[in-house]
């Protein structure tokens, strides 16, 4: 990796000289050279040194995990502590001329949505080893001694979250499938897996957090004190700032994980089956579960594609079998934690038992597993890329990830199925890469937050996680906007998910009712439009 470029040598008059060119090259297109930053009301703080504009620093902060959209910026800034992206944003925010600023965590954005062009990409990850302020995590016990909570930077990966939570014998509630995301990440999208039906997203499972608003002012914030920006914040697609720390809630870590797969040949019991165990209470209910998911098992890829290897070798010809003969084989993909008691390995097994008998997957094909809560929770990382190293390398693959997630109504998911999932995808036969389908329950959403779901007490996600050659993505994306005009000539009310719109209409129609408030929203905590430029909502026509 490079070095950082150096303040040059004319320092005492760089102030000068970096405002000047600022005024006259931010929103331009980028220029052959860059001179040192330095914000204007903090004199003694050096940005030069932490701002960034050779090749590999700029590669990094113009592509993303899908490989399809490139935006250049000017400058990388690489913080050594939250005053160093507040000075910055401050800067900026005064500015006479504003210019763009994007956080960046692990770069897992799909449309472009984590850069800035002609502007400055922050870092996070560049917080993670810093030793000072509050940044790292933390596990604390509330003030009657039972409520245990973490305080986590918003540049940590969940999987380090985890680790250092299994220390104490606790954990959050509430995952992503992938953990080695940033919180502060997920936390501006929603943050949902198999846990959301049971726990709500991860915003629903935020007790507080610091927030470095579009105006560079830092500010703490909870359901308590200065809601409104904690309400904006929580699936705020970055607009309103950029989340410095969080506080999230904890409960006891269970030690395994009784993990099983069973398969359906029939949409309607499959769905049925996934509706009626998301109404049980998991924990509260001995015939409840922990984690629930599906999936869809079709004619091309491997059988457990990224989410590592689960059917037993000696059943993957009758599998493979059942999916040539139907074309489309549906998985319930559900979860019981346990304890590691001796005491209780009889009581989970039985009521497992209890469970699967009123089940109604295809009699012989459900195949379970016995693992670590860890293992389980950490099991789609043996095929993705865990640290900047693997992801250069990964671009080297030239691959392209055109995802789309959607919330689908539960009154039309059959409607959709057939509509979609068997006259689209099945016919055309070019999706690779897991598809995803299961129910979550709108109770657990709090909806004064700025995530948007449809309205239905229960609705459905559906990820198609396609991978493609780097030249090949166009013809998934003609397929993916084919199931968006279904669902919009069909009249289904669907949502996306990571939503990548274009123009301001499609905004204002994924946030419907909710809109108006994101606005004013915007107008007071991000006056200047300043933050999250690639998300291409407030910057577009």
């Not at 797969?261 to 949409?267: H, V």
């Not at 999932?421 to 099945?426: M, P, Q, R, S, Y």
């Amino acid at each position: 990796m490079a070095e950082y470029f150096q303040a040059r040598t004319y320092f005492m008059v760089v102030f000068v000289i970096c405002v000047s060119h600022l005024k006259s090259t931010i929103g331009k297109p980028r220029s052959t050279s860059w001179p040192s930053l330095l914000p204007p009301n903090l004199q003694t703080l050096d940005l030069a040194n932490r701002l960034r504009e050779d090749p590999a620093a700029i590669n990094i902060a113009s592509s993303d995990h899908g490989n399809i959209v490139q935006e250049i910026p000017a400058a990388v800034l690489y913080p050594s502590s939250i005053d160093d992206i507040a000075s910055l944003i401050k800067f900026a925010h005064f500015n006479s001329s504003p210019f763009h600023i994007a956080a960046r965590g692990q770069g897992h954005s799909v449309r472009g949505q984590a850069m800035a062009r002609n502007g400055v990409v922050v870092d996070m990850t560049s917080l993670k080893n810093q030793k000072n302020g509050y940044h790292g995590i933390k596990v604390s016990a509330g003030t009657n001694g039972a409520i245990w909570y973490v305080d986590v930077g918003g540049e940590q990966l969940w999987i380090d979250v985890l680790n250092a939570t299994l220390e104490h014998g606790l954990a959050p509630v509430s995952w992503t499938d992938y953990l080695y995301l940033t919180v502060g990440g997920t936390l501006s999208n929603a943050g949902i897996s198999g846990q959301t039906f049971r726990h709500g997203p991860q915003i629903s499972n935020v007790y507080e957090m610091d927030v470095i608003t579009g105006k560079g002012d830092v500010v703490t914030c909870s359901p308590e004190n200065n809601k409104e920006l904690f309400y904006a914040v929580l699936g705020g697609l970055g607009q309103f700032g950029i989340i410095a720390r969080a506080r999230i809630v904890l409960d006891s870590a269970p030690k395994r994980v009784k993990w099983i797969r069973m398969l359906y040949d029939d949409f309607s019991t499959f769905s049925g089956d996934q509706e009626h165990l998301i109404s049980l209470n998991g924990r509260e209910n001995k015939n409840g579960v922990d984690y629930l998911e599906g999936l869809l098992l079709m004619n091309h890829g491997p059988l457990d594609g990224w989410r590592s290897s689960f059917f037993p070798l000696t059943d993957h010809s009758k599998i493979t079998s059942l999916i040539t003969k139907n074309g489309i084989i549906y998985s319930i993909e559900m979860a019981k934690y346990y304890y590691d008691d001796p005491s209780l390995d009889d009581s989970i097994d039985k009521e497992l038992e209890v469970l699967l008998e009123t089940l109604s997957f295809i009699p012989g094909y459900a195949f379970e597993k016995d693992v670590s809560f860890v293992d389980f929770l950490n099991r789609a990382a043996s095929r993705e890329p865990t640290t900047e190293v693997d992801q250069s390398q990964e671009h080297e693959l030239v691959t392209s990830r055109p995802w789309l997630n959607l919330f689908v109504p539960k009154s039309r998911i059959s409607e959709f199925n057939s509509g979609v999932l068997k006259d689209i995808v099945l016919k055309r036969n070019i999706t690779t890469g897991l598809v995803l389908i299961y129910p979550m329950n709108k109770s657990k959403w709090d909806d004064r937050m700025s995530a948007v779901t449809p309205d239905e007490d229960v609705f459905y996600t559906v990820g198609f996680l396609h991978i493609s050659g780097v030249d090949e993505w166009e013809a998934i994306d003609v397929q993916n906007q084919d199931i968006l005009q279904y669902c919009y000539n069909a009249g289904i009310d669907i949502k996306e998910y990571l939503p990548s719109y274009k123009r301001r209409k499609e905004w204002e129609n994924h946030f419907a009712m909710k809109w108006e408030t994101f606005q004013e929203r915007k107008a007071r905590f991000d006056p200047e439009m300043i933050m999250s430029p690639g998300q291409r909502i407030f910057n577009n026509n």
